[in-house]
């Protein structure tokens, strides 16, 4: 059974970091080309906001995290990571891994498989 489990969301203030993780189970890579994180903010739509292929290892960002996100994964490839610098309060937001082979890197419908997600909050 596939299982993503994020962790590491927290509350800090703004121009903080935090990093995320995402632990993947019964996954078998062949099944998906990208891993991405996607956020919810309350009232707001899920937004995309990192991508990374499973294969080539390129990476993508929405304009809004750009050059303050940096998404990775580890080398046997069972944990996704994101990376959060220069935290802004507009960042607060449920944030959830996914799995999948996107026709639109940031269409949630094109993601097969989610995890429950992990709260950030950032003050000012």
């Known amino acids: 059974q596939v299982q993503l489990v994020e962790s590491g969301g927290g509350s800090v203030q703004a121009g903080g970091s935090l990093t995320l993780s995402c632990a993947v189970s019964?996954?078998?890579?062949?099944?998906?080309?990208?891993m991405a994180w996607f956020r919810q903010a309350p009232g707001k739509e899920r937004e995309g906001v990192a991508a990374?292929?499973?294969?080539?290892?390129?990476?993508h960002y929405s304009d809004s995290v750009k050059g303050r996100f940096t998404i990775s994964q580890d080398n046997a490839r069972n944990t996704l990571y994101l990376q959060m610098n220069n935290l802004k309060p507009e960042d607060t937001a449920m944030y959830s891994c996914?799995?999948?082979?996107?026709?639109?890197?940031?269409?949630?419908?094109?993601?097969?498989?989610w995890g429950q997600g992990t709260q950030v909050t950032v003050s000012s």
């Open positions: 990374i292929s499973t294969r080539a290892i390129t990476t």
């Open positions: 019964g996954f078998l890579y062949n099944l998906v080309d990208f």
């Open positions: 996914a799995a999948g082979r996107p026709t639109n890197l940031w269409t949630m419908g094109d993601y097969n498989y």
